[in-house]
RNA sequence: GCGCCUGUAGCUCAGUCUGGAUUAGAGCGCUUCCCUCCUAAGGAAGAAGUCGUAGGUUCGAAUCCUACCAGGCGCGCCA
């Protein structure tokens, strides 16, 4: 519709004497804030200089000659002050919206898989060892709504798990567990028992025996490697409860020691290129010309970096899968970082470094807008918020249904709980920090995760009180359910713009609006036993699917009932 | 000290990339109203804003530029 509207604009300009790309036109068309100032709107201030002309009289003569043209697809071209505002054929363009909305989802997961172009996301990660906390969630959420977003664009995603098992971490670990350990209580509750035994052991007095005992698992020392694999293992398992109950599946699994075998010959690589320096005893990339400090390739005692490493692995894994993308989900604070080992990429001739991202995520902070600082112990386990958030679900349900199955409940309340958490922190743009506050976070009411699950099951509702299956005809279109046809039109659009930003919180908006919306229409039009019926139920339909469409984007799972 | 990011209603945030139209929008909280009506996890209405401050660019600035103020994060052997 946007493309008939810049037609027409172009050929009427022509006819003014001004000649206007079609792309340069485009970015001048408009959405009006409001429909009552129609469905398109081209603003004529910039030609002012040009037509020594007020801006509203050009409008009138741009319209003038628009009305000379056949118009089939408006209703109207009006102009209100300097704008010339466009009004759709509203019918058409409802049975046109709401006929494409109801059919869309046969074109989402087709099975062309193999040659699809793919996008590495690098995402979640989680430290072995440590609590699986906010930060991973964001995380964790993000890359798998990105990975959906680009999957319904027609890319093949490849969700990778890049797990932190490696470095001086480990040795703080291992030294602490056998200074403070207990076996007995590591099988209890593996993650919590490690980390109070590495804060204990995260102190100055500890460092050299800590670095000794990871230089000890870089040269494979047997008990080292013993006791890491055991932490490793017990890890993982508790990260895999997780991600079941998130639902977020991975592709792969990779893991930072893998990296390890393959760093000397890396570091040939780096020396070979020129680029390796010694300073203060470590082996470093200098990137200061380049306004990006050092980076530290190879430590003093022989040890490899997290720098080395995601080198390593971001090589093997082009090799490996050809990407179009590579995208880092990590948190922001580590900007300067990614810059950097993609800089040493581009140096090393690697040209497909330039097709890496990092997409970066604002920090949950504490009440005091502090970062949570995990190494000194202060963190938000991951388990609590899901118990808090599942328990109020629970809660809520029971008011409403107190006699509901105990399994049924379970299985209710973590879908709502789910989409609580997921939406609380996809509507928020990726790139901010935010205060984290567990009652915001559980928050049922208003711009939340239920208020979406509750319209769609309100839906679902009307549409099962009926067995109309009549071809719809569009007698009278009222102002909400116009409104309603609107934002549907604009779905794929938005999914566009998520994908060009990188940013779901534009999908979440969406469909809190579009929400909104069709809460506002069931109010004020009712569907079943109306004239309108056939065409109301169609509309019922192409909005459950459309916001069915974008929970999944985001990873949320819809509610029939509620 | 340098770099990056943020500053919009009491609180949490959209809107800023790509400057425009009336009254700068939501949610929470606060004040009212609506379940004989397709699920009240809802809807309607109201109070509440120097868009951090000061300049500049422009016909037009929350949006672009500059300076300043405040907060966050990062700046060599953590990951």
């Known amino acids: 519709m946007k493309a008939k509207v810049i037609n027409i604009l172009q050929k009427a300009l022509k006819e003014k004497k001004i000649k206007l790309k079609k792309e340069e036109i485009e970015k001048l068309v408009e959405v009006p804030p409001s429909i009552e100032m ?74 062309d898989a193999g040659k699809r172009k793919k996008i590495i996301f690098d995402m979640s990660h989680p430290n072995i060892a440590k609590p699986f906390g906010v930060g991973h969630l964001r995380s964790t959420i993000i890359g798998n709504s990105l990975a959906n977003i680009c999957e319904f664009r027609g890319f093949k995603p490849v969700k990778l798990n890049y797990l932190g098992d490696w470095g001086t971490q480990f040795g703080k670990v291992i030294f602490g567990f056998t200074k403070f350990g207990s076996e007995k209580k590591l099988h209890k509750d593996p993650i919590k028992h490690l980390f109070s035994v590495y804060v204990k052991a995260n102190k100055k007095t500890y460092e050299k025996k800590s670095r000794e005992w990871f230089k000890k698992l870089e040269q494979r020392d047997k008990k080292a490697l013993m006791l890491w694999k055991v932490f490793s293992e017990l890890s993982l398992n508790e990260f895999e409860k997780i991600y079941k109950i998130l639902g977020v599946k991975f592709d792969v699994y990779a893991r930072e020691s893998e990296a390890v075998r393959d760093s000397k010959k890396i570091i040939q690589e780096l020396k070979a290129r020129n680029l390796l320096k010694k300073s203060e005893g470590a082996q470093i990339v200098d990137l200061k010309k380049h306004n990006l400090g050092v980076c530290i390739i190879e430590k003093t005692d022989g040890t490899t970096t997290y720098a080395l490493r995601d080198i390593v692995s971001a090589i093997k894994r082009y090799k490996q899968y050809k990407f179009v993308r590579m995208v880092y989900e990590v948190g922001q604070e580590q900007k300067l970082y990614f810059k950097q080992i993609f800089k040493v990429l581009e140096l090393m001739g690697y040209k497909w470094a330039k097709n890496c991202v990092h997409v970066d995520h604002g920090l949950y902070l504490d009440k005091d807008g502090k970062k949570f600082a995990t190494r000194k112990g202060k963190t938000i386990f991951m388990e609590d918020i899901l118990d808090n958030t599942i328990s109020l679900a629970k809660k809520e349900i029971k008011k409403r249904e107190p006699k509901m199955p105990k399994t049924k409940l379970e299985e209710r309340a973590l879908k709502i709980a789910i989409a609580a958490i997921f939406y609380g922190d996809l509507k928020n743009n990726r790139s901010n920090n935010m205060v984290f506050d567990i009652k915001r976070f559980v928050a049922f009411e208003g711009d939340t995760g239920p208020y979406i699950l509750y319209s769609y099951a309100r839906a679902s509702s009307i549409l099962k009180k009926t067995t109309n299956q009549d071809k719809f005809k569009i007698l009278e279109l009222e102002e909400k359910e116009f409104e309603l046809v609107k934002k549907l039109s604009l779905f794929s659009e938005v999914v566009e713009d998520a994908l060009k930003h990188w940013n779901p919180s534009l999908i979440a908006n969406y469909s809190y609006h579009l929400a909104q919306l069709f809460n506002e229409f069931y109010h004020t039009c009712p569907v079943i036993g109306s004239k309108e019926e056939a065409f109301r139920l169609a509309l019922v339909e192409a909005f459950r699917q459309t916001l069915k469409n974008a929970m999944k984007l985001l990873g949320i799972e819809v509610l029939e009932k509620m």
Request: glycine share 6%.
């Open 38 to 111: 129609g469905d398109y709107a081209f603003p004529c201030f910039f030609l002012a200089e040009k037509l020594r002309q007020e801006p509203r009289q050009i409008a009138l003569e741009v319209r003038e000659k628009i009305r000379k043209f056949p118009l089939t697809d408006f209703d109207d071209v009006q102009t209100k002050g300097p704008y010339i505002n466009f009004f759709l054929d509203r019918k058409g363009l409802a049975r046109k919206v709401v006929w494409e909305a109801i059919t869309q989802k046969k074109n989402y997961g087709r099975s």
